[in-house]
């Protein structure tokens, strides 16, 4: 084989290495791109679906569809706020209900907001 033809060999294969590592550049940042546009669409989901359990909580009202969703959240909800007062118990504090700062048990006003605690 002569050395022009191991040469053009060469070359090709570089042409080919350089191709394959500027498509491999291209997919990634097409990858990149869809993952961007993904994350924007799942945002906009749970920003409509928090749009929809405001409206909810105002009125006590949505579409059938989501209404029983709906129930199931303000469900959780309370659990998760029933489960935050035990641990301020546990914590021996108490919640103020003017700002709902965690209040040492012995205090009489929240040093936060200055409301009344109740005994």
């Given amino acids: 084989m002569s050395i022009k033809k191991v040469g053009k060999k060469i070359s ?3 042409k080919a290495a350089i191709k ?3 498509d491999l550049v291209q997919l990634t940042k097409l990858n ?3 993952k961007s546009e993904e994350n924007k669409v799942e945002s ?3 920003e409509i679906g928090n749009v929809v359990y ?3 909580k105002e ?3 949505a579409e059938p569809d989501v209404f029983v969703s709906c129930e199931a959240i303000k469900k959780c909800m309370d659990k998760i706020e029933d ?3 035990k641990i301020i118990e546990v914590k021996d504090m108490k919640k103020c209900p003017g700002c709902g700062e965690e209040v040492d048990k012995d205090n009489t006003f929240c040093p936060k907001c200055g409301t009344k605690l109740a005994d």
């Fill in 12 to 14: 090709g294969a570089g």
């Fill in 20 to 22: 394959a590592s500027g």
């Fill in 32 to 34: 990149s791109a869809i």
């Fill in 44 to 46: 906009l989901m749970v």
């Fill in 54 to 56: 405001d409206k909810y």
């Fill in 59 to 61: 009125r006590n009202e």
């Fill in 83 to 85: 489960l935050k007062l």
